[in-house]
């Protein structure tokens, strides 16, 4: 009897917390749709999305033309935000979850390497003229460098041998990872003129977002989010090692490939529409696993909450505290999360 209240009580505990994370993201979504440098008042906007709502009727004061500028530029960016914070941080959270690693993160195989390189290359190839191409090319490169380079990242790695994978699939990356970066210089050393819009995207981008980028990472978020979902249960089994988790009766390997896999598909395809932007799924994850233990039956989901309320929030101060030009997203990211890192490695080091 006392078991099963205990279990009730941990069931009822986490439902709370889902919904706090669905609360939050939708308060931060608002957030994200009231305040910028243009547009109509801030408390305004909730009451203009209300009188949008079927049989619902409200004078909000907004007109037509500050309507657009909250749908047509606001709202795509928050909810491309929402997509690409959820993405990263299950993306993140399933990588530590099969690397049993906490400080690992979406572009440990290579994926960010690959697709600054192909972004480089668009960036080259098109001249700053990408707005006359009938398909902007930047994201289709960015996406296809990403998913080249963990490719070439898990086909080196997985070549020596079946009990260390895990570790060579790390160095594999590492090395994928140089090598981009190199041949990324060097593409850049030749093409000079291209430099400021390479470096605009590796820092992050939600400026120019728009509902076609929506509708392009949508499929490729909900895909890779139901695999790693599905699997967040085999995932905590691998945490007692792989020896172990085999047998129990789990193919270590199959797991592996098919999480890192959807992982990368669903990190390449955010980065391509995005840019690089970083720590989102190391400190999420991580400050879940802080507030809630490491069941990743736990902590995938609410990682997903966690990351979108956190990428909105990162973007709003980027678009007011220099306008009316912005911040790069990713440098808020960092700011934030790079002493969250440091925080991390010091808790680490003085548990060992």
Known sequence: MTTSRAF???????VRWWVLGGVSVVVVGLLGLALGPAGPAWWRVPLAVLDRVPLVSIDSGVTDAQWNIVWQIRAPRVVLAALIGAMLSLAGASYQGVFRNPLVDPYLLGVAA????????AFSVAR???STWPVDPVPL??????VVAVALTYTVGTAFGRSRSATTLVLAGVAVTSLATAVQTFVLQRNNDVVRQVYSWILGRLTSATWGDVRLVIPYVLVSSIIL????????????GDDEARALG???NRVRVVVVLAATL?????VAVSGLIGFV?????HAIRLLMGSSNRVVLPLSMFAGSAFLIAADIPGRLLTSPSETPIGVVTAFFGAPFFLFLLRTREARQ
Request: proline share 2%.
């Open 266 to 270: 669903g990190t390449s395809a955010a």
């Open 114 to 121: 690959g697709a600054g390189l192909g972004a480089t290359v």
């Open 281 to 285: 799924g190391i400190i999420v994850p």
């Open 128 to 130: 700053g003229t990408t």
């Open 250 to 252: 789990v193919n270590v």
């Open 229 to 240: 979902l599905m699997y967040r249960r085999v995932i905590d089994v691998l945490r007692v």
């Open 8 to 14: 009730d009580e941990a069931r009822g505990s986490r």
């Open 141 to 146: 490169a960015a996406f296809a460098g990403g």
